[in-house]
């Protein structure tokens, strides 16, 4: 697949205004998979959801490592099952994101975290955040991405 393309697939919630997004049904799913999350040192376990440009919705939970330094966050595991679980001619994006942690209301990503979702977002992608949908964009400004490397 290549990073750079233009070409998306039918991207038929590419413009869903942010009160029709299901976000509910992404918390849910984030829920969800919180309840997979591999969390033993921390006892933060953690799942992500994400609405995707052709209606599917990819989740992820945190796996923690004894090393600790190579622990993988939830949405690792959703940028993964997005790529896994992708039909490979087509460049599917994330539209909206919602995260869930042990404690009440949305979880924000890390930042590296931020740097992968920027890899894989649609424009305008939303993030399900305390203060409502907010653009990834703003979570991570003048971020570096695909467009920054010499083009092929
Ligand atoms: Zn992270």
Same mark, same amino acid.
């Given at each position: ?7 998306? /697939?039918?991207d038929? @919630? #590419? &413009?869903?205004?942010?009160? +029709? ?6 918390r #849910? ?8 999350? =591999?969390?033993? =040192? ?9 609405? +995707?440009? +052709?209606?599917?919705? %990819?989740?992820?939970?945190? %796996?923690?490592? #004894? /090393? =600790? ?13 997005? %790529?896994? $679980? ?6 599917? $994006? ?25 890899? &894989?977002?649609? !424009?305008?992608? *939303?993030? !399900? +955040? ?7 964009? !703003?979570?991570?400004? @003048? #971020?570096?991405g695909?467009?920054? *490397?010499?083009?092929?």
């Amino acid at each position: 697949m290549n990073p750079n393309s233009e070409h998306e /697939s039918k991207d038929d @919630f #590419a &413009h869903e205004s942010e009160e +029709t997004l299901p976000w509910e049904k992404l918390r #849910a799913a984030a829920e969800q998979a919180k309840l997979h999350a =591999y969390a033993p =040192y921390s006892q933060h376990p953690v799942g992500a959801a994400a609405l +995707t440009s +052709t209606g599917r919705i %990819v989740t992820g939970c945190n %796996v923690e490592n #004894a /090393s =600790y330094g190579i622990t993988l966050c939830a949405e690792c595991g959703m940028i993964s099952e997005l %790529v896994r $679980t992708s039909k490979p001619d087509i460049r599917e $994006t994330l539209i909206a994101f919602a995260c869930v942690g042990p404690n009440p209301g949305p979880l924000l990503p890390c930042g590296r975290c931020r740097q992968l979702l920027v890899e &894989h977002a649609a !424009d305008h992608m *939303l993030i !399900d +955040t305390e203060r409502g949908p907010t653009l990834l964009t !703003d979570l991570i400004p @003048f #971020a570096f991405g695909p467009k920054d *490397l010499p083009q092929q």
